[in-house]
Nanobody, 120 residues
């Protein structure tokens, strides 16, 4: 199995910064894509950013310039640096991973989520 554990969420004032981390562990051969999604109350889960094992990134258009995704392949860890935070960034942030496992099976896995709250 594969587990994803997020950390780094919390309460921050508008204009502040937070850095989220997500570490994957388990029966991993390679993680093809890692990503961050978020879900605000009453809204659908949406993509924040994703990054391939080769370092190619994809961002939600509305977040470009404020959020930066990065990863450490050796540690199977993905990061999300969030700057100039706004109250509308308040949501539960979820990590995801598209994993090729040691048994060559493939699966998409999710973390438990970490709350980010931005006060005005």
């Amino acid at each position: 199995q594969v587990q994803l554990v997020e950390s780094g969420g919390g309460l921050v004032q508008a204009g502040g910064s937070l850095r989220l981390s997500c570490a994957a562990s388990g029966s991993i051969f390679i993680i093809r894509v890692m990503g961050w999604y978020r879900q605000a109350p009453g809204k659908q889960r949406e993509l924040v950013a994703s990054i391939t094992s080769g370092g190619s990134t994809n961002y939600a258009d509305s977040l470009k310039g404020r959020f930066t995704i990065s990863r450490d392949n050796a540690k199977n860890t993905v990061f999300l640096q969030m700057n100039s935070l706004k109250p509308e960034d308040t949501a539960v942030y979820y990590c995801s991973a598209d994993v090729l496992k040691l048994d060559l099976g493939r699966g998409n896995y999710w973390g438990q989520g970490t709350q980010v709250t931005v006060s005005s």
